[in-house]
T-cell receptor
Framework: QKEVEQNSGPLSVPEGAIASLNCTYSDRVSQSFFWYRQYSGKSPELIMSIYSNGDKEDGRFTAQLNKASQYVSLLIRDSQPSDSATYLCAGSGGSNYKLTFGKGTLLTVNP | GAGVSQTPSNKVTEKGKYVELRCDPISGHTALYWYRQSLGQGPEFLIYFQGTGAADDSGLPNDRFFAVRPEGSVSTLKIQRTERGDSAVYLC???????????????FGEGSRLTVL
């Protein structure tokens, strides 16, 4: 198993729908998790971090972590066309400077 | 500056040449990172500086790659005898003392796109 795996998509949802992005990880990167958003041709930007089991909400974004299943997800409610981007899941094994990224999932929100 | 600045934004070189990529982090950020992103992939860790010293260079792929940060601010990634497989976007990031190691919040620059012909 790769250390961080994501469904590369593309994922297409209509405007206003919930977009669900998923990520699984190996034991080596099992401490902290991060979701970065990357617009085409731009640099990654942190949108959510999560460290413990359960849900963490920030505006329209909710991150969910299940350490027993080694699974982390990002839900985007009321999706907007401006949410169209690649979403990168990243994990760290204790030193948060050294992030291991997945390949990213391309999300398209259709007006 | 307001954000992480990287130069050049694009670099085309021939196989076997030497290249330098420069990164100017956010003022006050002591931690600096280099990542590499190939097409269709996520960023891949190369090296981490805390101040002037390389705290972790375990991601450098081989001895053709070297990075310095002599005064604890600007960093230069150096690639010798470039190969076509080195073609990628080289991303620099920085973080504040309270961020990075605690929060994983890295502020990325726009990257330097390297193409080796």
């Amino acid at each position: 198993q790769k250390e961080v795996e994501q469904n590369s998509g593309p994922l297409s949802v209509p405007e206003g729908a919930i977009a669900s992005l998923n990520c699984t990880y190996s034991d080596r990167v099992s401490q902290s998790f991060f979701w970065y958003r990357q617009y085409s041709g731009k640099s990654p930007e942190l949108i959510m971090s999560i460290y413990s089991n359960g849900d963490k909400e920030d505006g329209r974004f909710t991150a969910q972590l299940n350490k027993a299943s080694q699974y982390v997800s990002l839900l985007i409610r009321d999706s907007q066309p401006s949410d169209s981007a690649t979403y990168l899941c990243a994990g760290s094994g204790g030193s948060n400077y050294k992030l291991t990224f997945g390949k990213g999932t391309l999300l398209t929100v259709n007006p | 500056g307001a954000g992480v600045s990287q130069t050049p934004s694009n670099k085309v070189t021939e196989k076997g040449k030497y290249v330098e990529l420069r990164c100017d982090p956010i003022s006050g950020h002591t931690a600096l990172y280099w990542y590499r992103q190939s097409l269709g992939q996520g960023p891949e860790f190369l090296i981490y500086f805390q101040g002037t010293g390389a705290a972790d260079d375990s991601g450098l792929p081989n001895d053709r790659f070297f990075a310095v940060r002599p005064e604890g601010s600007v960093s230069t990634l150096k690639i010798q005898r470039t190969e076509r497989g080195d073609s990628a976007v080289y991303l620099c990031a920085s973080s504040s003392p309270a961020g990075g190691g605690n929060t994983g919040e890295l502020f990325f620059g726009e990257g330097s796109r390297l193409t080796v012909l």
